[in-house]
């Protein structure tokens, strides 16, 4: 997620583009937009909100079957200072958790189905 020191509690922070082809999207966001990136192995790829090196990242690209559960839109991210209160307030308010509480390498994160059905995730820092 993002590389900064902390984000701002419950504002979107980053946004993960489902690709079914993660090289040539890579390559296309690259020449269309100057995007650079981080690559976290062959399924995810961390979109650099500068083509500098150092940074910070702004969202991803996650590799995603064709007929996958996102393949159809971008997931958009949370930021969240206390994940465990934050899952229960979405769950207090009628959201369904439907993956996690997860680690990864930014830290952990859940994703949920708010109560008309998109798909949002909630990450905090390790």
């Known amino acids: 997620m993002s590389t900064r020191a902390h984000g701002v509690h419950h504002t979107i922070d980053y946004v993960e583009i489902p690709v079914t082809d993660l ?7 690259g020449a269309a937009f100057g995007w650079s990136f981080v690559p976290y192995g062959d399924g995810y790829a961390g979109i650099r909100t500068a083509a500098e090196a150092d940074g910070e990242e702004a ?3 996650a590799l995603v079957e064709a007929a996958g559960p996102r393949a159809g839109g971008p997931l958009v991210l949370v ?12 769950e207090a308010a009628g959201g369904r958790v439907v993956q996690g509480p997860y680690a990864f390498p930014g830290g952990r994160r859940f994703h949920l189905l708010d109560p008309t059905g998109n798909e949002l995730g909630v990450w905090s820092p390790a």
């Open 23 to 29: 090289a040539t999207a890579r390559a296309f966001y």
């Open 59 to 61: 969202g991803g690209l």
């Open 79 to 90: 930021y969240s200072d206390d994940l465990d209160a934050t899952l229960v307030a979405v």
